[in-house]
């Protein structure tokens, strides 16, 4: 059975870090992308960044580029989400997503974590 | 960037009753890589719906997917009281991968 199972939310003020995990089981984790996909309080879903299986390849929303990082350790079944420079906008729960693959047409969601909230607040 | 724009915003209907849900993209979407999700109040996403029209795994046959190009279509043929939800389209054909605005079926 795949799981995956995020950690790492809280509250933290405006300019703070904070590093999300996600651990993974139940599937060939290296074999897979990942994305980090977020949803503020009552609205739709976005994006947020993509690592391709090996980890090479990462992608970037515009509005987290250059703040966020994401990778994986393959040897943990883990991939993370290290956010800099936290903006009140950032506020959301944060759902780590299985790709179907790990190419091109594959980066649709059969699996979810659970979410994690992080609340950027003064 | 391929935005997708759903309609109507709010469905209201009731159970037993036909739902048919849009999704306009605002450029083709090649090969039908098109998705749909289910979405409770508090849970993450379902997937009901890739390539534009295969059933996820263990999704009931009254949820359907049809379309092509810029122009898609869910359908739940009658509506249990467990399909009131949000549902949002999402492609997943150019980067970046973006998700419609949703749509909520209410009971009526």
């Known amino acids: 059975e795949v799981q995956l199972l995020e950690s790492g939310g809280g509250l933290l003020q405006p300019g703070g870090s904070l590093r999300l995990s996600c651990a993974a089981s139940g599937f060939t984790f290296s074999s897979h992308a990942m994305t980090w996909v977020r949803q503020a309080p009552g609205k739709g879903l976005e994006r947020v960044s993509t690592i391709s299986g090996s980890g090479d390849g990462t992608l970037y929303g515009d509005s987290v580029r250059g703040r966020f990082t994401i990778s994986r350790d393959n040897s943990k079944n883990t991939v993370y989400l290290q956010m800099n420079s936290l903006r009140a906008e950032d506020t959301a729960v944060y759902y780590c997503?299985?790709?179907?693959?790990?190419?091109?047409?594959?980066?649709?969601?059969?699996?979810w974590g659970q979410g994690t909230l992080v609340t950027v607040s003064s | 960037e391929i935005v997708l724009t759903q309609s109507p915003g709010t469905l209201s209907l009731s159970p037993g009753e036909r739902a048919t849900l849009f999704c306009r993209a605002s450029q083709s979407v090649s090969s039908n890589y098109l998705a749909w999700y289910q979405q409770k109040p508090g849970q993450a996403p379902r997937l009901l719906i890739y390539?534009?029209?295969s059933r996820a795994t263990g999704i009931p046959d009254r949820f359907s997917g049809s379309g092509s190009g810029t122009d898609f279509t869910l359908t739940i043929s009658r509506l249990e009281p467990e399909d009131f939800a949000v549902y949002c389209c999402q492609q997943y054909d150019n980067s970046p991968l973006t998700f419609g605005g949703g749509t909520k079926v209410e009971i009526k």
């Open positions: 997503a299985k790709h179907n693959g790990d190419g091109h047409g594959s980066a649709f969601f059969q699996h």
């Open positions: 390539g534009g029209s």
